[in-house]
């Protein structure tokens, strides 16, 4: 019998987090902090990290908590880490850390444990950053508890401070011609709340980088477009493959059960697999499998394949926050 999620969680807890937000939200910093940085080439950046939760089909309590990092500039993975976890906070929209971060925390801590020469130097989140009701979103969440630069990228605008997915909105997203075109996402506060970015030139969607901690808005967004080799940044496109991959062979569903959104909305199946038979041991972390390791990552399907994947991502049914 699937678990049922959650109810949402008194008005007195809700009270408890928006504390808690407020409180964490003095230590973030939205400037550069790193030399790389501040290299126009990115110069000294080797390792990106990239983070994902994903849920079992009918089940808003089981979930799997995945961490990659990536080589950098190559994109290729040298460090995976997924584990399943048991959800104890339904989704709140503005309140989504509270339901996956600590996962994500311990994820962080058991690589600095095992293999710290493979720490990222930045994580890139499923989520937003100060994009966010109360200017605090997962990817700040993340960012102030690990003390790691984070960016918030999101697939969907999250419609605070007076933004809003309308005509206008759709007007400035058909300007964006070719990858690494952007616009700001200016509220009615006057602020700078993050960016629109065209990630790839085939894209039909942009995605919507802002600031999580320790990185500046212009780098966020320059690095995000610098990871994609497809619509989605490469190190949350293989943390959400490998979460959903080891939701399938752990829970023994070889046809491929698929796991399901934030929200408890179905994420669409993926099928691009390790061609050598399997991604590893069940025990599934540490340093990738044979059939990913050597600098040679997975087979990536065809461009439009790829981007047709890159745009089922999309219809997960939430506003990531």
Known sequence: MAHMAAQRPPEETLSLWKGEQARLKARVVDRDTEAWQRDPSFSGLQKVGGVDVSFVKGDSVRACASLVV??????????????????KAP??????????????????????????????????????GVLHQRGFGVACHLGVLTELPCIGVAKKLLQVDGLENNALHKEKVVLLQTGGDTFPLIGNSGTVLGMALKSH???????????????????????????????????????????REYIRRTLGHPGGSPAQGKDGSQKEQRTNVCPQGGLGAPADHGRP?????????????????????DQQLERTGHQED
Not at 79 to 85: K, P, Q, T
Not at 209 to 230: K, P, Q, W, Y
């Open 289 to 309: 499998p044979e059939c990913r390791g050597s600098g040679t990552d997975r087979k990536d399907p065809e461009p439009g394949f790829q981007e047709q994947e």
């Open 201 to 243: 030139d085939h894209s039909t969607k942009p995605l919507y980088v802002s600031v999580g901690h320790r990185i500046s808005l212009e780098v966020a967004m320059r690095l995000t477009h610098h990871c994609c080799r497809f619509r989605i940044p490469e190190p949350i496109r293989q943390a959400d493959i490998r979460s």
């Open 70 to 87: 990536l080589s950098y500039p190559e994109l290729k993975v040298v460090y995976e880490d997924s584990r399943m976890v048991g959800l």
């Open 91 to 128: 989704y709140v929209s503005g309140f989504l850390a509270f339901r996956e971060v600590p996962f994500l925390v311990e994820l962080v801590q058991r690589l600095q444990e095992k293999e710290p020469d493979l720490m990222p130097q930045v994580l890139l989140v499923d989520g937003n």
